[in-house]
Each structure stands twice: as structure tokens, then as C-alpha cells.
């Protein structure tokens, strides 16, 4: 039990202990309807995240290609641009974060669900559970969008992640580490349960600086890799698209996001956080 003690206030110390580690394997939550409805909030929010993200990416693809009257634009300000796409990425993270937070943790993405195990935040089943859900939702996602931008969809790339000519395989795989780290960092930060007892206002919050974390990521990493940082929405992307370059490179989807993430883990929960010291600290009085 741990004590932040606040100087030179007349407010009381506040309590706070961490929650116990998620088992490894918890087949009692097999049994639980708030699992399985979990797993279908998971679905749904990446469902709908593909869906509005992807239809905003290949609307800009259109409207930066041809004008209206279907020759060549040189209007660089046509469409939502680069900074719209961002926003419409870290908008749609923020508001379906927001709306799952309460009954899925509000995972939306692999690296988020795999760095949350790594720190034993929850269990081996419900991850694998929420990942898989989450790229069924993405390819759902993905499959409406093609059924409605039919004429559009793989002319303009179907919005697919891949590496942008001029760029290493390096650099991209850098790009997807770095920025995945970012969003996972700050989800833990966001999260943290001292921070949550200190200022009860927290919790509420939390989906803001996730989601403003998406958007500054997909502002710099677009114009290399479109922006993974997310194996759930490059493979829904990839599996309706089906272009052999999507799949070339999906790997770089799946690696940098899941490095990205494992590192963000170790550094909250060890560095920060003090884990290993703590971890020193109890073998040594047991000793």
C-alpha cells in the first residue's frame, strides 16, 4: 500500500493500491455473460473505427486525384488532407474509447491489448479473445466500406497500410515501434491507478490524451507508412483490399506495433512505475 502525501495542503493523504496481476488463464470468466459482452464491444468499436476512418482515407484519395469535372486536381487543399485523416483516426479513437472504457477496457487495437497482458493488466484468454475479435471487426469494417465505395474503394487503395515509396524497410518498421509506443505509453499513463486516485477526474479524461496521441502519430507517420500502429486495422485493410504490396509489407503492421508496445509495457510498469525495484525490494525481505 503506497501514500501520496500531498505538501503543503490541508488535503488528507490519499490510498491507492494497484489492482492484483490478471491471471495468465482465468477459466472462471469463460462463464461470465460480461466477457462475451466485451468481446462484442470490441468488435463493434473496431468495426465501426474501420469504417469511418477508412471511408475518410479514400475520400481524400478521390478528391486529391480528380476535381469535379474528373480531371487531374492540382488542389493540394482538395478534401480533408493529411490533418484531416488524423483527426478523423484520433476522433474516432477518442469517442469509441470513451463509449467502451467501462465494459472492454476500450482496447480498439492489438498493441494496446498486448502490452495491457504483458503488465498482466488482463488475462491470456481475454486477449487473445479481444484480438481476434478486433480483426474480425476490422475486416467487417472494411467489407462495409467497400460495399458502399464499390467504384472507389480499390481504385484508391482501399486504404490500406503500406510502405510509401522513398521510405526503408528501417524506417518504416521504426516509424510503426516509435509510434506505437507513443499511444500505448499513454494509454498506461491515462490509466494508472495512482494517477486515478490522486485526481478522481482522470478516468474521465482518459480518452482524450489516447486519442490526441492517435492524431499527433498519424501526422507524422502518414506520409511513410499511412499510419499502422494498429495489426487490427492494417490486416482488415489488407484481407478486402488483397493487393500483393498490402501484404508484402503487413508484416511491418504486426512486428513494429507489437516491439512498439512490449517496450512501452516494460518502461510504465518497471521504470516508472518502479516494478522492479519493488520486485527486488520483496525477494530480498524474503530472504
Not at 109 to 137: D, E, H, W
Amino acid at each position: 500500500m503506497g501514500k501520496d502525501i500531498e505538501v503543503g495542503t490541508e488535503y488528507a493523504p490519499k490510498d491507492y493500491q494497484d489492482p492484483p496481476p490478471a491471471p495468465l488463464i482465468d477459466p472462471e470468466e469463460l462463464g461470465k455473460w460480461s466477457f462475451y459482452r466485451a468481446i462484442i464491444a470490441e468488435f463493434i468499436a473496431t468495426l465501426l473505427f474501420l469504417y469511418i476512418t477508412v471511408l475518410t482515407v479514400i475520400g481524400y484519395n478521390s478528391q486529391n486525384s480528380t476535381d469535379q469535372c474528373g480531371g487531374n486536381s492540382t488542389d493540394q487543399c482538395g478534401g480533408v488532407g493529411i490533418l484531416g485523416i488524423a483527426w478523423a483516426f484520433g476522433g474516432m479513437i477518442f469517442v469509441l474509447v470513451y463509449c467502451t472504457a467501462g465494459i472492454s477496457g476500450g482496447h480498439i487495437n492489438p498493441a494496446v491489448t498486448f502490452g495491457l497482458f504483458l503488465a498482466r493488466k488482463v488475462s491470456l484468454v481475454r486477449a487473445i479473445m479481444y484480438i481476434v475479435a478486433q480483426c474480425l471487426g476490422a475486416i467487417c469494417g472494411c467489407g462495409l466500406v467497400k460495399s458502399f465505395q464499390k467504384a472507389y474503394y480499390v481504385q484508391y487503395g482501399g486504404g490500406a497500410n503500406k510502405l510509401n515509396d522513398g521510405y526503408s524497410t528501417g524506417t518504416g518498421l521504426g516509424a510503426e515501434i516509435i509510434g506505437t509506443f507513443i499511444l500505448v505509453y499513454t494509454v498506461f499513463a491515462a490509466t494508472d491507478p495512482k494517477r486515478n486516485a490522486r485526481d478522481s477526474h482522470v478516468p474521465v479524461l482518459a480518452p482524450l490524451p489516447i486519442g490526441f496521441a492517435v492524431f499527433m502519430v498519424h501526422l507524422a507517420t502518414i506520409p511513410v507508412t499511412g499510419t499502422g500502429i494498429n495489426p487490427a486495422r492494417s490486416f482488415g485493410a489488407a484481407v478486402i483490399y488483397g493487393h500483393h504490396k498490402a501484404w508484402n509489407d503487413q508484416w511491418i503492421f504486426w512486428v513494429g506495433p507489437f516491439i512498439g508496445a512490449a517496450i512501452a509495457a516494460f518502461y510504465h510498469q518497471f521504470i516508472l512505475r518502479a516494478g522492479a525495484v519493488k520486485a527486488l525490494g520483496s525477494f530480498r525481505s524474503n530472504a
